[in-house]
């Protein structure tokens, strides 16, 4: 009896002292930053970072939102100018929260090798922390703006970017992500932000206008630098090569002479958008006559969400149509893109020459070197099928006037 009262003390013992924490911080001694912005002043880091201010008993019966505050720092190094906050600011920065870290301009031309590898290192800052380039301003001034109905402006630009899956004119890429492509040796595409004024309609605001943030199109680095932008629509692009490309829309026109011969009875639109539900892409580098060829093979499916041009495609000669001249614009996309990148950037945004590599391993050593130079002049072939597997509730539009004769001998 006396040993299992001994051996129960030791047990006793030892799961208090495991389930202690010998490093842990009080909450009401750390401020908690939900959003940094990085930026140069001179030859001085400016650090600016979103810290949230827990909420009083007051505020949380009303149910109002927490409240931020902005505490900004320099110093020569990352570190330094964080340490330094500690000398105008009444709490230790705590970064294992942050959600996203805005890289300014002219620091992204710069360069930003030294910052990533911080971030990295550091044992507070997730690896999932969303990295994005603040486009044509500073980094601190696309902080402290909330549009939409997220608690605080870093959680707003958060949800923002996490909403990119449903048009695909963007992109979210956290730090890992960027780490990885770098130490392979691949160039990376972010996510950029910028501010934007819009009407303001709430009729008991003064002010005609209010900013917003838009986080349409991409970032391009070559290596650690920022090099320029694809927009919106060539991101698409980018997504569809780097087979990312998931729930977006895909909008076109139909050729005149395809729907010239139909009655319409009330207005008629320009457009179809087709919904992506499935994509997938396969991009191949085959030598063909000693010189590199890339085949870009593109398989979608999709919905018809939209018809604003009132096609009736109850019709199989027209459903084809459809299908045809979606995926037109989807070669389109890809097109514009990969021009971009072979004729402006001169830079390989696509991990092609690791494709080069897996196929050709001999062939890449002798021009690993060079592929930089090899890129902007390699040949390109592209093919897109697109199966529309549902066209909405109805077939047959409201606004045209159907000849059954000619619907019965297309059918």
Known sequence: MRYKSIILSI????????????????????????????????????????????????????????????????????????????????????????????????????????????????????????????????????????????????????????????????????????????????????????????????????????????????????????IGYYTGDEMKGFNFLIDEFENGLIIFKMPDEVVKDNKFVARSGQYLVVEVKASKTKSKVELVEDKLLLKIDVNIEGVLIEDTKGLNISSQAMLEAVRSACAKKVEEYIVRTLEKAQKEFKTDTFSIGNLVHISYPDLWKEISDDWESIFPDLDYKINVKVDVIRAGLINTPVNIEIDEERLKENK
């Open 11 to 226: 047990i006793l013992i030892i799961a208090v002292l495991l389930s202690s924490c010998t490093s842990s911080q009080e909450i009401e001694d750390v401020g908690i930053v939900l959003a940094t912005g990085i930026d140069m002043e001179g030859d001085k880091y400016l650090l600016t970072h979103e810290v949230i201010v827990p909420k009083s008993s007051v505020s949380d019966k009303i149910g109002q939102g927490p409240n931020v505050q902005y505490v900004q720092s320099k110093g020569d190094t990352i570190i330094d100018a964080l340490r330094n906050a500690s000398l105008v600011f009444d709490k230790k920065l705590f970064l294992a929260h942050n959600r996203v870290i805005i890289l300014g301009e002219d620091l992204a031309k710069r360069g930003i090798g030294d910052i990533i590898n911080f971030y990295v290192s550091d044992v507070e800052p997730r690896e999932s922390t969303l990295l994005l380039v603040a486009k044509g301003s500073p980094a601190h001034e696309v902080m402290g703006i909330k549009g939409g109905l997220s608690d605080t402006p870093g959680k707003y630009l958060f949800d923002l970017l996490e909403n990119h899956r449903f048009n695909l004119k963007a992109r979210d890429l956290t730090l890992n992500e960027f780490l990885r492509y770098f130490l392979a040796g691949e160039n990376v595409v972010v996510s950029t932000v910028q501010k934007i004024e819009q009407k303001e309609i709430d009729k008991e605001e003064e002010k005609p206008n209010r900013t917003i943030l838009d986080v349409t199109g991409g970032a391009v680095f070559r290596k650690d630098r920022l």
